[in-house]
């Protein structure tokens, strides 16, 4: 099972908006520098997300992303979902591409439950971590947030 690369900085951005934004729109330029990712990349992910429902938008000079829900309620299996559709380790698992007049053997396939049984687990695995989860993991950690010295002013 390959996750795309539209995927995995898929759940980079969405980190991000809800590290660095704390709940503040946060603009794509500033996402595309803390993770290096270019911004016509970020704006086709972000294009899938939103209409996913996974995040929202403000136009305007204070404008830019929002989480649409809780950290929390926002898992990886999510966002992959949104990116690349499901979750499919083997092609025989997906509907529209194998049907019994394209496989010899899809009824009596014994091999077929073990690519079940894995489907299974990564989904459920990334059902069970959370966009609150990696925010936690990157506090622990020290990760520092921009949000931390956002409005820092020297004279």
């Known amino acids: 099972m390959r996750i795309t690369t539209t ?27 803390r993770q290096k990712i270019s911004q ?11 209409k996913a429902g996974l995040l929202k ?16 309620e926002i898992s990886i299996g999510d966002i992959i979902y949104a990116a690349q559709g499901p979750i499919v380790p083997v092609r025989c698992l997906a509907e529209e591409e194998c049907t019994k007049e394209e496989c010899d053997i899809f009824e009596g396939c014994i091999t077929r439950h073990v690519w079940k049984e894995t489907q299974r687990l990564l989904v459920d695995y990334y059902s069970s ?26 004279i």
């Open 7 to 33: 995927s995995r900085y898929g759940v980079r951005a969405l980190f991000d908006v809800a590290y660095h934004g704390g709940g503040q729109p946060t603009q794509i330029k500033d996402i595309s520098r």
């Open 40 to 50: 016509r990349y970020l704006e086709q992910i972000f294009n899938k997300l939103l």
């Open 57 to 72: 938008s403000r136009r305007g000079p204070r404008g830019g992303y929002m989480l649409a829900r809780d950290p929390s």
């Open 129 to 154: 971590v959370s966009i609150g989860d990696l925010c936690a993991l990157a506090r622990k950690e020290g990760v520092s947030r921009d949000l931390d010295h956002k409005y820092m002013y020297f």
